[in-house]
């Protein structure tokens, strides 16, 4: 069972950086595309960025030159560098696995509990 769990997130001043962690078991023979979302108090979940099973990564044009996914298929983790961070960069993410369907595997989506970042300027 795919549950992801968050950790990295903290409070920083405005210009600082964080390293966001992801955990999520995967099966082998299975692909899974990866993603942050992040939901500021009073809006709706956010892209912010996604790593597909081809390695391609894509970025929200919020944080596109600041925020570097990747991934450590040794450790089934997703990263998330969040470099040069602003005050409207604080919310709560969320870590995201989407198992894709094929011919052993069925589509799941699976969300982590989330972890906050704090951004003060």
């Known amino acids: 069972q795919v549950q992801p769990v968050e950790s990295g997130g903290g409070s920083v001043q405005a210009g600082g950086s964080l390293r966001l962690s992801c955990a999520a078991s995967r099966l082998n023979y299975c692909e899974y595309d990866m993603a942050w979302y992040r939901q500021a108090p009073g809006k709706e979940r956010d892209f912010v960025s996604m790593?597909?099973?081809?390695?391609?990564?894509s970025y929200a044009d919020s944080v596109k030159g600041r925020f570097t996914i990747s991934l450590d298929n040794a450790k089934n983790t997703v990263y998330l560098q969040m470099n040069s961070l602003k005050p409207e960069d604080t919310a709560m993410y969320y870590c995201?696995?989407?198992?894709?369907?094929?011919?052993?595997?069925?589509?799941?989506?699976?969300w982590g509990q989330g972890t906050q970042v704090t951004v003060s300027s």
């Open positions: 995201n696995v989407y198992r894709r369907t094929s011919a052993l595997c069925s589509s799941g989506y699976y």
């Open positions: 790593i597909d099973s081809d390695g391609r990564t």
